[in-house]
């Protein structure tokens, strides 16, 4: 069972470049989710979905953008990253009764 | 607005003793508060569950108390052991709105 699985794993960015952190999950799960997480800051949701074709932002979605196309896939775009977007990225999924599955988590850094 | 205050933000306690994480609550239309741990360089994985119908659950030494007036929910580690050192976080939700809303964490470490 691969559950929720993101890649890449590691990533440094230079300012202003862009990127997509990729997520599946492989549960048939209509809800998706994009977490941040920071020290001592808990995880901040940035953004998420409820089903195909349906996002809807988080507590912190500027910078960020996100499509779902499947119910499998639910890639996070960064457009022009800076260094406040260094952070450990974690994407989850969750059925309507079950709990959230979360994936390994993108470290990323932007120099 | 912070909506889930957790403390301590860290904690040491000895092998074989308890680990309390406490948490508190504003929303009063949460109805599901879980509590996930975390290893270093892994995502969150659910340890254990409760909904404000039942003021205590208890899974195995993890045992989350739950005061629906006070809103406040902890987390009771007894028996503590060196493999329970982890980042804990409690979490809210409520029916219809499936979004979870994170403390902000516990770093716990168990000394032998």
């Known amino acids: 069972n691969a559950g929720v699985t993101q890649t890449p794993k590691f990533r440094i960015l230079k300012i202003g470049q862009s990127m997509t952190l990729q997520c599946t999950q492989d549960?048939?799960?209509?809800?998706m989710y994009w977490y941040r997480q920071d020290p001592g800051m808990g995880l901040k949701l940035i953004y998420y979905?409820?089903?195909?074709?349906?996002?809807d932002k988080g507590e912190v979605p500027n910078g960020y953008n996100v499509s779902r196309s499947t119910t499998e896939d639910f890639p996070l775009r960064l457009e022009l990253a800076a260094p406040s977007q260094t952070s450990v990225y974690f994407c989850?999924?969750?059925?309507?009764?079950?709990?959230?599955?979360f994936g390994q988590g993108t470290r990323l850094t932007v120099v | 607005q912070q909506q889930v205050k957790q403390s301590p933000q860290s904690l040491i306690v000895q092998k074989g003793g308890i680990s309390i994480i406490n948490c508190a609550y504003e929303?009063?239309?949460?109805?599901?508060f879980p509590w996930y741990q975390q290893f270093p360089g892994k995502g969150p994985a659910l340890l254990i569950a409760?909904?404000?119908?039942?003021s205590e659950k208890k899974e195995g030494r993890f045992t989350i108390s739950f005061n629906k007036s006070a809103k406040q929910f902890s987390l009771h580690i007894m028996d503590s052991q060196p493999g329970d050192s982890a980042t804990y976080f409690c979490?809210?939700?409520?029916?219809?709105?499936?979004?979870?809303?994170f403390g902000t964490g516990t770093r716990l470490t168990i000394i032998p």
């Open positions: 979905s409820v089903g195909a074709g349906i996002t």
């Open positions: 409760i909904r404000p119908d039942v």
């Open positions: 549960m048939n799960h209509n809800y």
């Open positions: 979490a809210a939700s409520r029916r219809g709105n499936e979004k979870l809303t």
């Open positions: 989850a999924s969750k059925g309507a009764s079950t709990e959230a599955f």
């Open positions: 929303n009063t239309a949460f109805d599901y």
